[in-house]
């Protein structure tokens, strides 16, 4: 075996890497070799000489230091992570919000003149006046009666709902009202309510 | 250790800054060690540790599984290490003009720039041995630098230093082995 060839192989011979018997021709041409003997005792030594370096410590703050370093708005990277692991509940809040959007226009946004939503509408048997609608002792209303900037004076029967909007809901002793009575005053009422209504709407298509 | 790892970092990832403080004290002192390894000195080091973690507080989310924890970790440090020698070139290089010293195949190029202040080890160190395969090493271009001291001083395979450095395995290996040649060089008279 060469010299030339031992030192193409002493590396491998370092990492481990020659076979059995590549290591017995290899360790039987340094036995015989000086040169390349002493080439691999300066290796070896290189070696022991770098893994004899102490590792270095940091500072004794150097956390407290980094925690200090840190941005604060830890809060915001947090949310956004997690509304990145829950998009149902992010696209649920923003159709929340739309929806809270969209009522607050609609109750600015309407002029404010009175309106009815009624089934009763059509046999005439509300009277409007002053402001007021009115259910007659003799009447009976048979689905909801919605009122939207008025009051409602009931003195005759409703199987439904009875729901004023911006507006009051007066009742005479004589009234049956078989569903919910409610008066819708505030934004807030107003929101919760149109959303209450969406609710309803899906849930009972 | 790895699942420990792991649980810190996931607890790090939810915003406990406790768990990411544990997971920095776990690793800060090989970071630095590193850092001072490639740059030489204490100041550098610990400045590029700092950064280190700072990144990797920033990319928490963006730790891809399929590597240890560590080798990212120790990925972040190296590029930062190198990115700092780099901008130390380009500011000799503009104070003076000084000319390149070429056809040494990269290893001897960073001969000219260490910091050569008396720093606080030397005067505790106080030996010469050490001082001098500091010398040594800091003479290595670096990216052996960087594979000489992964593999003697940190103990890692070459696997680990392949996925460090991202190069193959054989060529991590070239590198080892030039980079124990050129140190020998300079050494072997100690």
Redesign the interface.
């Given at each position: 075996m060469s010299c030339t060839e031992i030192q193409s192989q002493i590396?491998d011979y370092?990492?481990g890497e020659l076979s059995h018997q590549e290591e017995s021709r290899f360790k039987e041409h340094l036995n015989t070799c000086a040169k390349c003997h002493q080439?691999l005792l300066?290796?070896e030594?290189?070696?022991a000489?770098?893994?004899?370096?102490?590792?270095?410590?940091?500072?004794r703050d150097?956390?407290e230091?980094?925690?200090a370093?840190?941005?604060k708005e830890?809060?915001r990277?947090?949310f956004a992570?997690w509304m990145k692991k829950h998009p149902l509940v992010v696209a649920a809040s923003i159709f929340i919000l739309f929806m809270i959007g969209s009522s607050i226009f609609s109750w600015y946004g309407e002029d404010r003149e009175l309106q009815i939503s009624s089934n009763a509408l059509a046999s005439h048997s509300l009277i409007v006046e002053d402001g007021y609608v009115y259910v007659p002792e003799d009447k009976v209303i048979e689905g909801d009666l919605i009122v939207k900037h008025g009051n409602i004076k009931v003195s005759g029967i409703v199987k439904g709902n009875v729901i004023a909007i911006d507006g009051k809901v007066l009742l005479s002793s004589t009234a049956h009202i078989a569903g919910k009575t409610e008066e819708v005053n505030q934004l807030l009422d107003w929101i919760w309510y149109k959303i209450k209504s969406f609710g309803y709407a899906v849930v009972t298509p | 250790m790895e699942a420990f790892e792991k649980r810190l970092l996931k607890l790090s990832q939810n915003g406990d800054r406790q768990a990411f403080g544990e997971l920095v004290d776990l690793y800060k002192d090989k970071i630095n060690s590193l850092a001072y390894r490639m740059l030489g000195n204490l100041q550098d080091a610990e400045d590029i540790a700092q950064e280190t973690f700072m990144r990797v507080y920033a990319n928490l989310h963006r730790y891809d599984d399929q590597y240890k924890i560590s080798t990212w970790i120790y990925r972040i440090a190296n590029n930062l290490c190198i990115d700092r020698i780099r901008k130390r070139k380009v500011r000799r290089n503009q104070l003076s003009l000084d000319a390149e010293i070429t056809g040494t195949d990269g290893l001897e190029y960073y001969d000219t720039i260490q910091d050569h202040e008396l720093t606080p080890e030397q005067q505790f160190l106080q030996q010469e041995v050490q001082e001098k395969v500091k010398q040594a090493i800091l003479s290595l271009a670096p990216k052996y630098r960087t594979v000489m001291i992964l593999k003697y001083l940190d103990d890692l395979s070459l696997q680990e230093i392949s996925d460090i450095v991202g190069l193959p395995v054989a060529t991590v290996k070239t590198r080892v082995h030039r980079g124990r040649e050129a140190l020998r060089k300079k050494l072997r008279d100690i």
């Open positions: 590396h370092l990492d080439h300066e290796l030594k290189t070696i000489l770098v893994q004899s370096l102490s590792h270095v410590r940091t500072t150097f956390t230091k980094l925690l370093r840190l941005p830890k809060k990277q947090v992570f | -």
